[in-house]
């Protein structure tokens, strides 16, 4: 499997569970207001911009839009750190982790996360943590209803939150059925633990089973937030609500109306990242014949 289709289909699954975008590198930073598309092959974001650059607001000042994007009242507002968030895929059971002989030298007790999850034989799964994230988001409001006038815009994804942390931990499983135990908890020295004094120190780090090469983790020892590894994606409507109406009274759009849940640009995947032709034709078919029976299964 190549790391594009991994990476894509990582994504895929995490989108399906969460409704959020998973970034694959998490030590590259995503910010709130970046925009651009998403690379159909990867899945990931490539960033043209931002809502917050001095550019981006000189623009908004040519197009009219008055609003000034630098006031404290329109910056990102940041949330409460929550203790742990863990994310996982349909077919994941997620189990109470099971002590083994390798990791005697863990200091579990004190473990900050300590998870077990079975995967589907056959299936990919995915699994992410975070240790300690944190949301930032644009504050609902003006903000959002105003920018998506913005030329720059057009046809483009706008990243309204993130989730930032110090510690993160991603799986894609390789449909083998795999059980995989994971730990964020201090690894002992040896000699310590057995008593003999040897100068070391407990460092705080992920201990894992997982064999797989799609595996990432990193956790930061000076708790700083470098990594984010999901983020809220939204993707600005073209204002069809507005054109269904006639004379001077239109209705006052949402934000939620206005910018729109991403949807995936690719077709739906098979279980190695990729597009599956058959599930297309199938759903062109279905399309097709509700279009001639006059049957719309959404209404």
Not at 204 to 211: R, S
């Amino acid at each position: 499997m190549r790391d594009t289709a991994a990476s894509r289909k990582f994504i895929d699954l995490i989108r399906q569970a969460s409704s959020k975008w998973a970034n694959w590198d998490p030590p590259i930073e995503i910010k709130v207001g970046d925009y651009g598309k998403i690379d159909n092959d990867t899945g990931e974001l490539d960033i043209e911009g931002n809502i917050y650059d001095n550019s981006f607001q000189t623009s908004l000042d040519k197009q009219g839009l008055k609003i000034n994007l630098s006031d404290s009242s329109y910056q990102p507002k940041k949330g409460a750190v929550d203790d742990n968030m863990i994310m996982s895929s349909s077919g994941v059971k997620q189990g109470d982790f099971t002590l083994k002989p390798e990791v005697s030298f863990l200091n579990l007790a004190s473990a900050s996360v300590k998870a077990e999850f079975q995967f589907q034989e056959g299936k990919r799964g995915a699994v992410l943590v975070m240790h300690k994230p944190r949301q930032e988001y644009i504050p609902p409001g003006k903000v959002l209803t105003l920018v998506h006038q913005a030329s720059e815009l057009q046809d483009k994804y706008l990243v309204t939150s993130t989730f930032t942390c110090p510690g993160y931990y991603l799986y894609l499983s390789n449909k083998s059925g795999e059980k995989v135990g994971l730990a964020l908890a201090a690894n002992v020295p040896i000699p310590a633990a057995m008593g003999v004094s040897a100068g070391g120190e407990a460092s705080v780090d992920w201990w894992t089973d997982a064999q797989a090469a799609f595996l990432r983790k990193a956790f930061d020892k000076a708790g700083q937030y470098r990594y984010t590894p999901l983020y809220g994606l939204k993707y600005r409507s073209n204002g069809w609500l507005k054109r269904m109406y006639r004379g001077d009274e239109e209705p006052q759009q949402t934000e939620d109306e206005l910018w729109l849940d991403c949807m995936p640009p690719w077709q739906p995947l098979d279980e190695d990242g990729v597009e599956d032709p058959v599930v297309g034709e199938e759903d062109e078919d279905f399309a097709r014949r509700s279009a001639v029976e006059g049957y719309f299964p959404f209404a």
